[in-house]
């Protein structure tokens, strides 16, 4: 009986022993395997994925790093790697030794040229947003600060950035250009202020055509640097999608402008500070303009502060040439011109209470309304004018904040839900810590921005697209890119010999009397023959900048 009932209480292992041994296994496995990892990657075998993506490394898959890249511990312009020294921010963490081809085939290839006089902490950041946009050659016209040492070194320094000075070479150059000698830009001649930019802006934008051209490039656009590009209704935010979109038969499309509308009097950064902008005739219904006109132009001479015209992009072509400052021409043949119904050109006008006195200071004529008309095209800027130049500094804000600030919200509000203001936050920057751009070299920033356009579906280009501009200034990026930047000059024959030989070719004009030389009176002799001589009205004047329809048009407009 004992025997039996020993054998009866004989029994399996309990539950209890089977969950010992199965935790056991658990346990043990894991760590075998994660032992055998580190063998393997201490050998060298294997890439521990924690590491590869971690903020330190900045990889995308298939971006190996080679030995010789490991280690050299300097950089040439041309070389990304490092591109985000010291910074341990997570925000934007995969581009570190990213080697970028700047020769890469984007198309449509596309430049902006202009003439400016301004300083880095505006040109930096207009030249870099462009750059996002798709932009990748600049030709920068410069005199008075732009021409300082310390700038145009650090303008030189950016790829894709070539350097024109005024020099008297260069002037020389000019005097021998076709469009010089032509009528069509006569009467903008011998005149002070904004006729002489007009001028200039013309015959530079002419050179600008041959260098172009020289450059495979395939879309020209002229720009201040107070005017971003806004290329909306395009799904990459992009001037590349936009223009790569345009029928091969079109030979220019216009960007109508969009006005700046401050809302404060102390502004010190416009592309980061200014939101707020009145929206171009073109882009609104009739009605809608003519019936909110006056509430929408307060007291002033126009609906627009300065131009309504717009500016365009023109297809680099045989016989192109410049129209004035807005628009192109073709000696050959009409262009045919396409509006856009979307994109913009955002002009940031009058929006720092400086830029009154800063015109007033450029230009020598006297404060009276006879003799602005011979300095300024539009109204209000003859108005501004006489302001700065007769008023108290008191005065001059009082009128500042009447004339040019919005502080009115409830006709703010107003005007926003009519569609006549509108708010675009794109081109403003508020997210980049300062530790996140300190110690920069421009060609870091120039690598940063490349990155973004030639990856047009990174999943954080909607944020980055917000480009740089507070953060610019706040980071020392300006005055760290001065102290650093490249010793490498470009020389200024090369632009010379280049228009040179395209006017030669063009033209032979070596017999031919400079129209620089003047009469008595003032006229270019040459000039003046040729207004007598050459009546042809298939020769457009150029196009100066010009205000928006007015009140008065509203009969002719909605009829």
Request: contains cysteine; hydrophobic residues 35%; glycine residues 4%.
């Amino acid at each position: 009986m004992a025997g039996a009932h020993s054998s009866h209480h004989h029994r399996p292992p309990t539950t209890a022993t089977s969950s010992s041994r199965l935790l056991l296994l658990l346990t043990v496995l894991p760590l075998t395997l994660a032992a055998f990892a580190f063998i393997l990657q201490w050998r060298g075998g294997v890439t521990d994925p924690v590491t590869r993506w971690s903020p330190d490394q900045h990889l995308f898959p298939g971006m190996s790093i080679s030995s010789h890249q490991q280690q050299s511990k300097t950089r040439s312009r041309s070389d990304c790697s490092n591109l985000f020294p010291g910074s341990h921010s997570p925000s934007f963490p995969y581009f570190r030794d990213w080697k970028l081809d700047y020769s890469s085939d984007l198309s449509p290839k596309i430049c902006i040229t202009t003439s400016t006089s301004a300083d880095l902490e505006q040109t930096l950041p207009w030249i870099f947003y462009h750059k996002v946009m798709g932009v990748s050659t600049f030709f920068l016209f410069v005199e008075g600060k732009a021409a300082s040492p310390n700038v145009s070194r650090v303008l030189e320094s950016i790829p894709g950035v070539k350097v024109i000075y005024r020099t008297r070479e260069l002037e020389e150059q000019q005097a021998k250009s076709r469009i010089w000698n032509e009528t069509w830009l006569a009467s903008f001649f011998y005149k002070p202020c904004n006729y002489e930019l007009f001028v200039k802006q013309s015959l530079n934008m002419e050179m600008a055509i041959v260098m172009a051209r020289d450059y495979g490039m395939d879309w020209i656009i002229h720009l201040d640097t107070d005017e971003l590009i806004h290329p909306a209704g395009t799904q990459e935010y992009s001037m590349r999608q936009l223009l790569s979109g345009v029928p091969g038969d079109v030979d220019m499309v216009v960007f109508p402008n969009y006005e700046s509308s401050v809302e404060q009097d102390n502004i010190k950064e416009p592309f980061s500070e200014v939101s707020m902008f009145k929206k171009n005739y073109d882009h609104l219904p009739k009605d809608v303009y003519f019936g909110n006109y006056k509430e929408a132009t307060r007291g002033n001479p126009n609906y627009f502060l300065t131009y309504g015209n717009g500016k365009a992009a023109a297809r680099v072509q045989d016989h192109l040439r410049p129209n004035g400052a807005h628009r192109w021409h073709n000696y050959m043949k009409t262009p045919n011109e396409i509006k856009l119904e979307e994109a913009a050109v955002l002009h940031y006008t009058y929006t720092k209470f400086s830029d009154l006195t800063s015109r007033r200071d450029r230009c020598g004529c006297k404060p009276t309304k006879d003799d602005v008309k011979r300095c300024f095209m539009l109204d209000f800027d003859r108005a501004a004018f006489i302001i700065a130049s007769t008023a108290t500094e008191e005065e001059m804000l009082q009128w500042y904040r009447e004339h040019i600030v919005w502080t009115d919200k409830a006709l703010k509000m107003k005007l926003i839900r009519k569609g006549i203001l509108s708010r675009i936050y794109a081109p403003m920057v508020k997210f980049i810590s300062s530790n996140f751009l300190s110690g920069f070299y421009s060609s870091d920033l120039y690598c940063y921005f490349t990155v973004l356009r030639e990856r047009p579906n990174f999943s954080s280009k909607t944020l980055l697209l917000q480009v740089i501009m507070q953060s610019l200034r706040e980071s020392g990026v300006f005055s760290s890119v001065i102290a650093k930047a490249a010793q490498t000059t470009i020389s200024k024959d090369k632009f010379l010999k280049s228009v040179e030989s395209s006017n030669s070719t063009r033209n032979d004009r070596s017999e031919m009397i400079s129209s620089r030389k003047i009469d008595a009176g003032g006229v270019s002799q040459t000039i003046a023959r040729r207004i007598l001589e050459v009546i042809d009205d298939s020769i457009p004047s150029a196009i100066p900048p010009l205000s928006p329809p007015s009140y008065d048009d509203a009969d002719f407009h909605t009829s």
